[in-house]
Nanobody, 124 residues
Framework: QVQLVESGGGLVQAGDSLRLSCAAS????????MAWFRQAPGKEREFVAA????????YYADSLKGRFTISRDNAKNTMYLQMNTLKPEDTAVYYCAADGLRVGGRTIYEYDYWGQGTQVTVSS
């Protein structure tokens, strides 16, 4: 098993940047494909980005490509999400997720482990 803890959320203004972190503990971090999802109030949890084991493969929601960048540091057991030019519609709780079998999954059903989430609020 792996335990995931997100951090780095907060209240920012439109146009600002934030970097979220997801710290993993437990089984070998490098053996997990990872992803970020987000959930806005009253909406379903949606895919943001995913990354393979060795960071060679990255996947993004089409609407976020170019503004968000996913990365991981296997030596630090940590995954990141760099978010630039934030918009009010990016306001959501952001979750990190891990899966030991698949790379690039875009649905919540493809991930076995989840963090507790970190709130990102973007004011206009």
């Amino acid at each position: 098993q792996v335990q995931l803890v997100e951090s780095g959320g907060g209240l920012v203004q439109a146009g600002d940047s934030l970097r979220l972190s997801c710290a993993a503990s437990g089984r070998s971090f490098i053996s997990y494909a990872m992803a970020w999802f987000r959930q806005a109030p009253g909406k379903e949890r949606e895919f943001v980005a995913a990354i393979g084991w060795g960071s060679g493969s990255t996947y993004y929601a089409d609407s976020l490509k170019g503004r968000f960048t996913i990365s991981r540091d296997n030596a630090k057991n940590t995954m990141y999400l760099q978010m630039n030019t934030l918009k009010p519609e990016d306001t959501a709780v952001y979750y990190c997720a891990a899966d030991g079998l698949r790379v690039g999954g875009r649905t919540i059903y493809e991930y076995d482990y989840w963090g507790q989430g970190t709130q990102v609020t973007v004011s206009s």
